[in-house]
């Protein structure tokens, strides 16, 4: 089965649907807040005072996200924007399904959107299976160059031992 998903072309196709397709969810997204003013506070406010949000995550918001609602506008519209271009050029997946997931979660736990569930499925589908997911895209040349560097990187902070076999301090 793994073989199957590696190496098929309908697969990698597929995957380059949930890839367009979430990116262009994420890109207007990111274009929708751009063009408008987007304050974030007064949404943030009502779901705090609704009571539905877990305690924890109630909690978290009242003392961390809210003081900072500034950080927090621009960093999800850079979020957005990133992770939408990596998505659609294939660029870094694995990392960007990733950021996606973590963004759509937030999302979810604050705002209980279906769509935000949707999106998360797919990315962590994306994340499970990104050597496909960026086979049609510029993965394909981006994992020389990482590999390269994660080898080199390995080589310095992993000494060998006495029987040649890398390992930690």
């Known amino acids: 089965m793994n073989h199957f998903i590696k190496n098929s072309l309908l697969v990698a196709l597929a995957f380059l649907v949930a890839r ?5 969810t994420w890109l207007s997204n990111a274009e929708s807040k751009l063009i408008f003013d987007f304050n974030i506070t007064p949404m943030l406010e009502a779901q705090v005072q609704s009571g539905t949000l877990p ?8 003392l961390f996200v ?12 850079v979020g ?13 997946t694995r990392f960007s399904a990733l950021m996606g997931a973590i ?18 499925i797919i990315h962590l589908t994306l994340f499970v299976f990104a050597y496909s997911a960026g086979r049609i895209g510029l993965d394909r040349y981006s994992r020389q160059y ?23 301090a």
Do not use: C, H
Not at 66 to 75: G, K, Q, Y
């Open 20 to 24: 367009i397709y979430l990116s262009y």
């Open 55 to 62: 305690s924890w995550w109630a909690g978290f918001m009242k």
């Open 146 to 168: 990482t590999s390269k560097w994660g080898t080199s990187i390995k080589r310095r902070l992993l000494p060998k031992n006495k029987r040649g076999k890398e390992t930690f």
């Open 103 to 120: 963004m759509n979660f937030s999302f979810l736990m604050t705002f209980g959107s279906g769509l935000d569930l949707q999106m998360l």
């Open 66 to 77: 809210l003081p900072n609602t500034a950080i927090f506008e621009l960093l999800v519209t």
């Open 80 to 92: 957005e924007l990133s992770v939408g271009i990596a998505l659609l050029l294939g660029l870094f």
